[in-house]
């Protein structure tokens, strides 16, 4: 409800703005609900296991376990078992009902809220994949909307399974008046029917070529990651590997939508020792530390995709970063509390 009540406020002025009426805003938060659940959901599990085990420290039930010879281990697997299940449900959550809801609440965007504010303006679009008329594809790592300026463009005509035609840029912006791209450092390559190649064409001169596609098409058909669920996500990753596209920002993410999914167990996990460190003040130490944790860790994840991004990292280990940092914490943690 938290999140939800702050994004109405973040957005009432865009949907005054663009007059959306009351039924699609109200589709579009109910379509946004299932995000917020995901989202919340690690923070929630931490904060039930805190009080779980805070509840049987302050009334001297740990101890009493202690004594009775049930380690903090053999009190903290249930728990574990249980956090990893809810992982997997959170995986499949995410990957159907999560993805679907991105998408419908991204169509809204588009459709209603297209007269944008400056700061929509000046909004950067990633990993955009268009198709066009079966043969014609393009892929671009990144577009400027103020500037209608795509950045690392690779396009290719299809016959069937062969390349025919591939043209890759390093960037190319939209010239309004001759309804034409200004491209700048491109090569230009065509092959026969059993691919090979039959004309290259290298240039470091900027260049005025008529596309089939316009900014209009790269607004509308652009379709990021998070509406993906992960088998499209994969089949889109084979596609682009195949015709020789960078698809490391496209495998980050698919990684990363498994490793969240297990951000449920880690921070559970991290979360248990916090609380039976200090019995006695267990509640408020244990809630006050673990959301400082959830903080940091959701630091850790960005800066993983950060670098996973850049190309600095491997996709697979900067998408697990987080996970890795802080399961490596949670079992030292547990490792050296009295158990």
Same mark, same amino acid.
């Given at each position: ?28 938060? $109910? ?30 039930? $740990? ?24 992982? #997997? ?19 809204? @965007? ?86 090979? @190649?039959?004309?290259?064409? $290298? ?14 098409? #790269? ?22 590997? @195949? ?37 006695? !003040? ?39 970063? !987080? ?17």
């Amino acid at each position: 409800m938290l999140i939800l009540v702050v994004d109405v406020i973040e957005n009432m002025d865009k949907f005054i703005d663009n007059n959306v009426p009351l039924s699609i805003v109200a589709e579009y938060y $109910l379509n946004s609900i299932p995000w917020y659940i995901n989202i919340g959901l690690p923070m929630s599990m931490l904060i039930s296991s805190v009080f779980s085990i805070g509840m049987i420290a302050k009334r001297n039930e $740990l101890t009493a376990m202690k004594s009775s010879g049930i380690s903090l281990y053999r009190i903290a697997f249930p728990i574990l078992i249980l956090s990893f299940f809810i992982s #997997i449900l959170s995986f499949q959550f995410d990957n159907g009902i999560v993805s679907h809801g991105h998408e419908k609440r991204y169509n809204i @965007e588009k459709q209603y809220m297209t007269s944008r504010s400056k700061k929509m303006k000046k909004s950067v679009l990633h990993n955009i994949f268009i198709q066009k008329k079966e043969r014609v594809h393009i892929a671009v790592e990144k577009y400027l909307v103020n500037l209608n300026k795509a950045e690392g463009v690779t396009f290719f005509i299809l016959d069937k399974t062969v390349v025919r035609e591939r043209l890759d840029a390093k960037s190319m912006t939209w010239n309004d008046s001759a309804s034409t791209w200004d491209i700048a450092s491109f090569s230009f390559r065509q092959f026969d029917e059993s691919g090979r @190649e039959t004309r290259v064409e $290298l240039s470091r001169q900027d260049t005025m070529m008529a596309l089939d596609v316009s900014p209009q098409d #790269i607004l509308q058909k652009s379709k990021s990651t998070e509406e993906m669920n992960f088998g499209e996500l994969s089949e889109r990753i084979e596609k682009l590997n @195949e015709n020789g596209v960078n698809t490391r920002r496209w495998q980050v993410d698919r990684y990363f939508k498994v490793s969240f999914a297990f951000t449920n167990l880690i921070i559970v996990l991290f979360g248990i020792p916090l609380v039976t460190m200090r019995p006695t !003040g267990g509640l408020t130490f244990g809630a006050g530390v673990g959301i400082l944790v959830i903080f940091v860790y959701y630091a850790f994840i960005k800066f993983g995709l950060s670098l996973g991004y850049q190309g600095m990292m491997n996709p697979l280990f900067a998408a697990w970063l !987080g996970n890795i940092v802080f399961c490596a914490g949670g079992v030292g943690l547990l490792f050296f509390t009295r158990k």
